[in-house]
């Protein structure tokens, strides 16, 4: 799922350069990293991407090897749940027993053995083919950017650890959230869901009618190759997460515990976890031919491509990022505040920008 | 005089591109406003520009219709005064009796009118073959990064007012400038210079032989045509200041109030005289193609040259530099200190930044 435009990334992240196709996985450009990652775990044949036309476009540069009709082309921007019906109804039309996984294409993970185990354990639940299966990140600290899943009874056998999932819980306070940490049997919503045609129509059953609708639209348009029909069962689902569409209403649900690194990369901020740290815990993420030259400054994350050196001197707990026609400073903390900042440039009509 | 390097302002000058080639006078190039304020004052074949050797050859693309045989090219650095006398020594070679005006490349001096007033008077003055005449400003604050000249006896008649000057002060500390302010009759000094061959030839002959020895070889030299002896006689010359080797000594000195605007362009700090201004006290100086947005941002100074936006997002009293192949990001109060960065950056082998 590569669909996102990433506008807390801006000046690096443009409408045809959204933040999946950033070098924001340790140098490498996310959806690459993505894809890379899925080697060993199934046929190359068997990755799909989805994302817009205008990135679909963009996607050739980025991955030039990448068969052009295993991309899926949302008609519109219409959330999660939509996308995600499309995608299924296509692998689903080819190969109706296939079991699936959805991953966003903007993830750091790793390392990548640990990752596999945890997708062949999803995919072992899944293929009851009536469970829906996610991954749970244990969490570290109270975030209130991510979603929370509460765990039930622990399934039985196998590595690593999985759970009946109780309950979704949205981005919660930070009260709720150091809650949800001291009781503990809660864990962070990566987001990755595995399951099998079957599971998912079951779920969108129960109380998603009219996603179900179009999912079946979509599906016998597909296997006729009806293009404008497909189009046409896509935009008549509703505009919504597949988290409210279909994971809070679901009854078997499974969780499986990741015992990995996972970075959710949301903003500049997350450099301190994809990036290289110096001594005055400075971050940076730099592009070949881009350097950088610190001096009395800490705390900062510096983020430069293209031939030319970022130098702070003497500031603190800043972002500073340099592309070749833009520049942008702002404090750390109102990394995650970016999109106000695209929101005034289009507001002052500075397209131009976007 | 365009010899400087300009290192407080790092990464828009660089070793070949020295502060006086940097579109400081409201976006115009600082050598080219200096050479434009001198029309309708003398004859253009009158303007000479001395400088070094790296620069008189970039010097051809800044000022592409500039004579070359009115560059006079510096054999090695060696402060102002060697510098002044190998200039006054062209001249006078060619024409002894002239009067000249020396004045930096650097300085951002406005209105044009009265500038010109300015200089008449000075001229005037010069004209007794005696005088050596100097400019002085009203000093608005207690500033430390200038001199100050302590004026005496009123000149009669004309305008803009003349004084005998009586003592040239170096650059104080706080307390002594904030006297000097107090109990007025002090002025800064501009560095501009109004004399004679004869004049200059008189206070060089008090106290200072081996600068008066070394500016009688070249003269010598440079009329009968022979560049390395004046070069020779040039490295002879002592490494000092005009300051210090003549001004301080020199017992006849008038100096020329000036009613004008004067700004010695010495940091990005100067931005705020010399650029343009917002609601909330943030300066740019953006070439043509250059762009800034700024949100939520105060008291921030923004220098921008190419086809770049420079955004601010939050942040508050930063310098902000963005060129094609470097930014700098420090804080305002840091921008005199600007050279300790560039120290830096040799030491740590950068010289390709430099």
Known sequence: MAGGSGTRFWPASRAARPKQFLPLAR??????ATVDRLAGLCEPDHVWIATNAVQARALAKILPDFPRDHVIVEPEPR????????????????DPRATMVFMPAD?????????HRMVRRAVEIASDGETLVTFGIKPTFPATGYGYIECGPAHDGGEPRAFSALRFREKPDRAAAQQFLDR???LWNSGIFVWTASAIRRAMSRG?????????GMLAAISKRQRAQTARAFEQAPKISIDYAVMEKADKIAVVEAALTWEDVGSFAAIEAVGAGDDSKNFALLTAGASQLLLQSQRNIVYAEGKRTVSLFGVEDLIVVAVDDAVLVCPKHRAADLKVLVEHMRAQGRTDLL
């Not at 959330?79 to 080819?94: E, G, H, N, Q």
């Not at 993830?107 to 990752?115: K, L, N, R, S, W």
Request: proline share 7%; with cysteine.
């Open 27 to 32: 140098g490498k450009v996310l959806i690459a």
């Open 79 to 94: 959330d999660t749940a939509p996308c995600i019906a499309l995608a299924t109804a296509t692998i689903a039309a080819s």
């Open 107 to 115: 993830h750091v993970i790793e390392p990548v053995p640990a990752f």
């Open 184 to 186: 503990g049997g809660f």
């Open 208 to 216: 998603n009618e009219s996603l179900l609708t179009a999912y079946e």
